[in-house]
């Protein structure tokens, strides 16, 4: 390994390590500007999910409720979480509910291919013509028009 001792391993090591550097520094001021941005939009970005789904908002209050009742301390961990890091958690709601919209929109689009849309239909009216352009008189319902003298009656006797 006498390569190592040379000037051009060591100029190497120190420009990767430089660009290395330069790279997390790069990284964190993306990082920053993203979280400054989300600072003043997560507000919003909760009341959007509110408005698009107020379930997805409400189960997690109700999930923050329950991890606080259930064990204490894990939910006065979760709730400062969510205030400290209400930068990351609006924009999740906001996001849950964009999708629990999209997959409930595609459902109920699936269910209307499948079974139909309704249709608009007008009422006729109930009444038969005959040929002549009069009504013909139908039985009441429930009785037959058979009579019991009839030759088909006379099979079963």
Do not use: C
């Amino acid at each position: 390994m006498p390569y190592r001792n040379t000037a051009a391993f060591r100029i190497n090591s120190i420009m990767g390590l430089l660009v290395m550097v330069g790279f997390f520094i790069a990284l964190f001021y993306l990082m920053r500007g993203i979280f400054i941005i989300l600072t003043w939009v997560a507000p919003v970005l909760l009341i959007a999910a509110f408005i698009i789904r107020k379930s997805v908002v409400i189960n997690y209050g109700k999930w923050l409720l329950s991890t606080l009742k259930s064990n204490p301390l894990m939910g006065i961990l979760a709730i400062l979480l969510t205030v400290v890091g209400y930068m990351v958690v609006f924009p999740y709601l906001f996001l849950k509910a964009l999708f629990v919209k999209k997959v409930d929109d595609l459902q109920q689009e699936h269910i209307r291919q499948t079974q139909g849309d309704l249709v608009d239909f007008e009422e006729l009216d109930s009444q038969i013509f005959d040929e002549d352009g009069g009504f013909v008189e139908l039985p009441p319902a429930g009785q037959s028009g058979k009579t019991k003298d009839s030759d088909y009656q006379e099979l079963f006797d």
